[in-house]
């Protein structure tokens, strides 16, 4: 190499904004994904509860399953509205987005008894949501 090529310099901060950015784009992503299952969701416990696994009755933990299924439709789509108020990069929206999955796994522990594959799964991606929300906030915003 020469003396007159010089070489870009890419500083580390930089570089940690942009896949710190890349993790909140992921959550809002995942959030309006997670969002849409969970209408799915919802919308079969009220159009076909007999599609569930337990069958104690009628009724869930603490609902029937109709009532779930109005729950989880609102819930989802309160989810997509989250995820989409995200991609704007407000502050707001990520505090809503964090309150929203938080209580998205509450929610869908007590649904574990009915569709535990299911459950667990959206308790897992609800996890990584969390995770891209909170690690290094900071850094993520500076790169929107």
Do not use: H
Not at 103 to 115: D, K
Request: charged share 10%; hydrophobic share 60%.
């Amino acid at each position: 190499m020469t003396k007159t090529q010089e070489v870009p310099r890419v500083t580390p901060q930089a570089g940690l904004g942009s896949a710190w950015t890349g993790w909140t784009i992921f959550a809002s992503v995942m959030l309006v994904v997670v969002g849409g299952m969970n209408l799915i969701q919802g919308l079969v416990a009220i159009f076909q509860d007999d599609y569930f696994l337990v069958r104690s009755g009628d009724d869930l933990l603490i609902t029937s399953f109709t009532m779930w299924g109005w729950i989880m439709a609102i819930w989802g789509s309160a989810q997509i509205v989250a995820g989409a108020g995200l991609n704007t990069g407000k502050g707001w929206a990520r505090w809503l987005a964090i309150a929203i999955v938080c209580v998205s796994i509450l929610i869908q522990t007590l649904f574990l008894a009915a569709y535990p594959v299911w459950s667990a799964m959206i308790i897992a991606l609800d996890v990584i949501v969390i995770y891209a929300l909170t690690a290094r906030w900071g850094e993520a915003r500076a790169g929107l």
